[in-house]
């Protein structure tokens, strides 16, 4: 901005120098004060605009040896109110300076015409193929950074398929064969091919969603109260004594709220579990009153390293984030609780 309002200077005082003719004061006040005006433009185009016409109008009555810096710089304020702004603001700035340079010609009106057509037209065009220009780079960009995200996304769904995928499958069929060995049920057996089967249905799923973006990535509002159901009663089965209480309202949530919340209840209980191990009791409190409410206490009582250098609680704490809630984690009288308001 410094180097534009420079040039304009550096143009203006070398018209009012050497090319106007028996310049006095009141010529050089006019033209800066117009040069002040355009410096404005930069936060109030449309009002620094039309303030140059009136100014450009009593040049016209009482300084005409300075018309031609005050039209430029009436040129360049029009050029830059086409660049930021569109429709009535441009419209009332062009028609503005269009009657103020066709004011004095008014009697020849190809003349006046033609004058309007440059001062007026000129600028215009220039500011739309700008903005155009600057509208494509920004499209360009975006389009860019879209393809790279498409293709880490398509390189960390083949990893997963290749590598995580792939163990995950074979244990699950590992699983399958050792059931049929036994020949008779085997409840720890039986809830670990279950819970790897699980697994793989999430992944496949991930792994589709992460090749193909416009693929639903979360569960169906209606699903969530079975889903958390299901995750209490998997942490059950891993020996967490889970004391669970969840509003019915929650099954009204939308879709990315009800899907963090149902991931900040999976992982408080993998923490639970991680650093507690069977028998460890756990509360669970969700309600809704405006905002959803989720408060997870367990009898957790050693030191976790998951709160100093784990993603666990970085993650947690990240979708909290991204909703606009607030989330806290730490020690309490008898453990250690997670607690969260999604708005």
């Known amino acids: 901005m410094k180097g534009r309002t420079l040039v304009l200077l550096a143009c203006v005082v070398g018209y009012l120098a050497f090319l106007a003719r028996d310049t006095d004061p009141r010529d050089w006040l006019l033209v800066l004060a117009a040069l002040a005006l355009s410096t404005a433009g930069r936060w109030t185009p449309l009002g620094a605009l039309l303030a140059q016409c009136v100014l450009l109008a009593a040049a016209d009555l009482y300084a005409p040896g300075v018309l031609v810096p005050m039209k430029v710089l009436a040129c360049v304020l029009l050029f830059e109110l086409a660049v930021h702004r569109t429709g009535p603001h441009v419209a009332l700035g ?7 340079v066709g004011f004095n010609v008014v009697d020849e009106l190809p003349s006046a015409l033609f004058k309007v057509a440059v001062v007026v037209g000129a600028p215009l065009l220039l500011g739309a193929y700008v903005r155009l220009a600057r509208r494509a780079e920004r499209d360009q960009v975006e389009s860019r950074v879209r393809q790279a995200r498409l293709e880490q996304r398509t390189a960390i769904s083949r990893e997963l398929h290749d590598l995580v995928a792939h163990h995950v499958s074979s244990m699950v069929l590992r699983l399958g064969v050792a059931r ?4 008779e049920p085997d409840e720890l057996l039986d809830d670990l091919h279950a819970t790897g089967s699980a697994a793989m249905s999430d992944l496949r799923r991930l792994v ?6 416009d693929q639903p990535a979360l569960p169906a509002p209606a699903s969530l109260a079975a889903a958390l159901e299901s995750a209490v009663a998997q942490g059950r089965g891993n020996g967490l004594d889970i004391t669970c209480s969840v509003d019915p309202l929650v099954a009204g ?8 919340l149902l991931r900040l209840v999976q992982e ?9 191990g069977p028998g460890v009791g756990v509360l669970i409190s969700v309600n809704q009153d405006g905002a959803v409410s989720l408060d997870l206490t367990s009898s957790v ?5 998951e709160a100093q250098d ?3 609680l970085t993650g947690m704490r990240e979708r909290v984030a991204l909703l606009g809630g607030r989330f806290s984690a730490g020690p309490v009288e008898h453990g250690w609780r997670v607690s969260a308001v999604l708005p």
């Open 94 to 100: 062009a028609a503005a300076l269009g009657l103020v």
């Open 180 to 183: 049929h060995v036994r020949g």
């Open 208 to 213: 589709d969603v992460l090749r193909d973006p």
């Open 253 to 260: 949530l939308d879709s990315a709220r009800g899907f963090a």
């Open 268 to 276: 408080g209980l993998a923490n639970a579990m991680k650093h507690g």
């Open 301 to 305: 009582t050693g030191p976790l390293t």
């Open 310 to 312: 784990g993603n666990g």
